[in-house]
């Protein structure tokens, strides 16, 4: 556990983190159901899976108890891994589950032999810019109107993922993860 996780008094070992499986769309869709104004359909999804089937995606669950409380997605694209989607159920979060995604999402890019990671995040949300930032993603641009047609986006990219500097954070930020 990191010192900051023991401070806030947050841990994700307890998580049971494993690759989303079609059995797992119905908890997945009710908290992508909550968690954007525009959610992703259950074919969408299906479709998404069967790319991570040819190693094209990666698809993690996040179980506490048994129970599905977060879910993340990447997509790899020649050198370069695209963070897809990071959700947790409302009354979960602020336990440190997103972070351990994304963890785990930058140690399989890491394996897949990825030099960089993208996303977008809005505009409007500055816990999850803050939760990037500290994975090492920088500002790069931004996508006018990308949410609804009405809320801007900020494009993120995090490089050198396979340097020493970056593995070291990645094991600080989440010791749990895997390698």
């Not at 931004?142 to 949410?147: A, M, Q």
């Amino acid at each position: 556990m990191s010192i900051l996780a023991r401070f806030l008094g947050r841990s994700t070992a307890g998580l049971t983190i494993e690759p989303m499986r079609r059995r797992d769309l119905d908890e997945v869709m009710r908290i992508e159901d909550v968690s954007y104004p525009r959610p992703w359909t259950r074919t969408l999804f299906d479709g998404e899976l069967e790319m991570a089937r040819r190693g094209e995606r990666c698809y993690l669950t996040a179980r506490d108890e048994g129970r599905l409380v977060g879910y993340a997605g990447l997509m790899f694209v020649v050198a370069d891994a695209h963070v897809t989607n990071i959700a947790v159920a409302p009354e979960q979060q602020r336990r440190g589950i997103a972070t351990r995604l994304l963890a785990e999402l930058s140690w399989e890019a890491v394996r897949h032999g990825s030099d960089a990671m993208t996303l977008e995040v809005r505009v409007s949300n500055t816990g999850a810019q803050a939760l990037y930032e500290r994975f090492g993603f920088v500002p790069a641009g931004v996508r006018k109107n990308y949410y609804e047609n009405t809320e801007d986006a900020i494009v993120m990219w995090c490089n050198e993922l396979r340097s020493e500097q970056h593995l070291a954070r990645l094991s600080a930020l989440c010791p749990e993860a895997a390698r």
